[in-house]
DNA sequence: TTGTACGCGTTATCAA
DNA sequence: TTGATAACGCGTACAA
């Protein structure tokens, strides 16, 4: 028991355990515990003798052990569709300062907009007995009946961003409809009358949304509403291209005056496609976006555009989680964060006013 | 033992165990194990059973369990300084594509550029015993010894994109040196002979390595190296704004006529100041940055610089810690991956030849 | 082909 | 203040 064998100890590659401690001290197991969690009765020499053994020993205590016998793992499954997509990282970076803060850690899963992978993910993360799944759900999104199942199991669940709606689900996400009704007021306040949607997947409840919204502000306002120039174009650029060559190709007088895209990326698509028109922006055709994507600013002409909060997206969500995991909450919310406008020279309506 | 008991026996909100299987079917908690995990030898209609009985009941294995008698967890831990940073998603979505293939899930940490949070995420990674951990390290690296004890624990680790060097470590990166040495000889080559450089933090190898390169290219070329053309940027906008600007305060005929930013976010920066000075890019001052940013296209003019494969990077890195882990790759590498130039209008390169 | 005993590393519980 | 025992859910090794 002299110093000597502590170091002699080492020589095996495994690992020490809680045991290893308390065999060099000639104390139980158990005092080891209470000792290094500062849990119950430990004489206070005996705690420092512990803890520097600990030390000596290079101890690290095995979570997995301590997960099977507690029944908490202190991690927090995420899913989310497209890490790359700019959104995400952004909500990644909130859910980890809210995790960070609490002492969870992540386990960070992606789905590549994959409804089979995405459930595969899920069904992994109940196995891995995370205490908790944040879910921002693929496109294809298929049966309700594997979420419906989800939220009656044991684990909390909090979907972000991407929901699945009446099923009784917490979820954090931006007001969609609202958003996309206002950035259309916004060019009805500017004189437009005819405007286009390049919308989102429908299978997708931001889509949906987004476009509910729209056709909201065109109806309260008593405009007709053209079904030829509603086009679904999906999220990205190359659809958003696509839908807005389908809509330039229709007889030049049905052109629209003003285009809402269902995000930044479609967006881009549009402009490129009303560019090689030889069109201008905003002059031929105003155009919006959604998202406030890190390029909106830099391309020409800027594009106006729907800044989604997406850092304060993932923290509510994170905070709603941990609120219900550890059962400082137990209502189903669904909260909605608010967007904020960005006016830029895309929509033309700088100068109007 | 009837249909009916089975879903009587779901009462209870506790997790459904091997052990409810055995029972219900009147076996062995073994024969459960093999029949779900085909091992050894198992009767055909038993198995169908199990695995029948396993989906009545709702059963999801218990991983944490399994990790604790496997001593293997199927999970890997990785530590980056800033998720937002555009180089990270894309990296992670390389080691994702990797990790997803080989089955393995990943724990993400954040270290907000700072060393000790990024020890203690170490430190927890190690905790849940994680199989192994890829590694981005913080700005501000303080002992080698962390890092020397770290690697030679019994965990396996890959550093990736900012590495420790000379402590014998798996290490996937950018040719950092030799990409800075290049795009500073393209400009050199395009006959700028005064070249200042916005270096990176030089306790971060690539800050360190970048600086190297750059010297390396005015030496070949017998340029003599002017110390004030040297600033320290770090690797925001603000900093490089803020060391361009401090250079721009020389004497004017002590000005740069081209700059080598350590990269693009300093890139920017720098030319908002010299913008402000109202001075011309590239006519009174070119510039290059590093690692082609989702912006440097849009940019006016569109930035010079030099791609880096960040999913490449990430794809390289999960592949070499998943071999060293599985044991069929035993070696201690330094790989570095090829890096691109894209050259675009600010460095006032195209009109030349 | 199936079952039994034991161990993985930790903590809760109760007794000393 | 400390220790012995059992348990968490599963897999290995061996026996049947």
């Known amino acids: 028991m002299t110093k000597k ?84 990282p952004e909500a990644i970076r909130g859910i980890e300062e809210v995790t960070f803060m609490a002492q969870y850690q992540l386990i960070l899963t992606h789905s590549a907009e994959n409804a089979k992978r995405e459930q595969d993910a899920i069904l992994t993360l109940e196995s891995k ?22 939220i009656k199991s044991s684990v909390p669940i909090v979907f972000f961003d991407r929901c699945v709606y009446g099923i009784g689900a917490n979820c954090v996400s931006i007001d969609d409809e609202e958003s996309a009704k206002k950035i259309t007021m916004h060019l009805i306040g500017h004189g437009y009358k005819r ?4 919308s989102g997947p429908l299978g997708v409840s931001i889509g949906q949304d987004r476009l509910n919204g729209f056709k909201k502000a065109l109806k309260e306002n008593n405009i007709p509403l053209d079904k030829e120039l509603i086009v679904e174009s999906g999220f990205h650029e190359k659809g958003g291209y696509e839908a807005m060559n389908k809509i330039l190709s229709l007889p030049k007088k049905m052109h629209p005056r003003a285009v809402v895209a269902v995000n930044d990326p479609a ?30 600013a830099l391309i020409t002409p800027p594009l106006t555009t729907v800044r989604q909060p997406a850092y304060e997206v993932g923290k509510r969500a ?35 006013k």
């Open 195 to 198: 405007i286009a949607h390049l």
């Open 129 to 150: 007995r995370v205490d908790g799944i944040l879910i921002s759900t693929a496109q294809s999104v298929e049966d309700d009946m594997f979420y419906r199942s989800l």
């Open 267 to 296: 967006a881009f698509g549009a402009m490129k496609a009303i560019e090689e028109h030889h069109l201008s922006i905003p002059k031929d055709i105003a155009i919006v976006g959604f998202s406030d994507d890190i390029r909106a």
């Open 5 to 88: 064998d502590h170091t002699i100890q080492r020589r095996s590659n495994k690992r020490i355990t809680a045991r290893d401690i308390a065999v060099q001290l000639g104390i139980s197991e158990m005092t080891v515990s209470r000792a290094l969690n500062n849990r119950g009765y430990v004489d206070k020499t005996t705690k420092e003798k512990v803890l520097e053994m600990s030390k000596e020993l290079g101890y690290s205590p095995n979570h997995i052990a301590k997960s099977l016998v507690l029944k908490k793992t202190h991690t927090i499954g995420v899913v989310v569709p497209e890490i790359t997509h700019s959104f995400f």
């Open 318 to 352: 994170a905070e709603k989680l941990i609120a219900t995991i550890e059962g400082k909450s137990s209502s189903i919310d669904e909260i909605t964060i608010n967007t904020e406008q960005v006016i830029r020279l895309s929509c033309g309506c700088n100068k109007k």
